[in-house]
Nanobody, 127 residues
Framework: QVQLVESGGGLVQAGGSLRLSCAASGRTFSTYAMGWFRQATGKEREFVAAISRSGGNTDYADSVRGRFTISRDGAKNTVYLQMNSLKPDDTAVYYC????????????????????WGQGTQVTVSS
């Protein structure tokens, strides 16, 4: 079973940037599609970004498209979420998740499709 550890969260002013990291344990990172989700206080968890096993295909929520970039580094077993032009509405706990898949080019945008989750990292954007 893979363990996921997110880092990089914190407090930033509106318009600023953060880069989240999610390090996965084990040797099977290349078999996972990866995703980032977030949950704000009092709201349901929502999809943020996804990346295929190959890293060649990505998907974004409309609310973050053009501002956030998901990427992965197989050598480091890590997936990243670069967040630019942050807004107060981006304030949430951010979670990464893995989806074991045989399809190298497919990404997954629904939380129920994912197998394992990290513990989350808090992102707070002040106005």
């Amino acid at each position: 079973q893979v363990q996921l550890v997110e880092s990089g969260g914190g407090l930033v002013q509106a318009g600023g940037s953060l880069r989240l990291s999610c390090a996965a344990s084990g040797r099977t990172f290349s078999t996972y599609a990866m995703g980032w989700f977030r949950q704000a206080t009092g709201k349901e968890r929502e999809f943020v970004a996804a990346i295929s096993r190959s890293g060649g295909n990505t998907d974004y929520a409309d609310s973050v498209r053009g501002r956030f970039t998901i990427s992965r580094d197989g050598a480091k077993n890590t997936v990243y979420l670069q967040m630019n032009s942050l807004k107060p509405d981006d304030t949430a706990v951010y979670y990464c998740a893995t989806k074991t898949t045989n399809y190298s080019g497919r990404y997954y945008s629904k939380g129920v499709e994912y197998d394992q989750w990290g513990q989350g990292t808090q992102v707070t954007v002040s106005s």
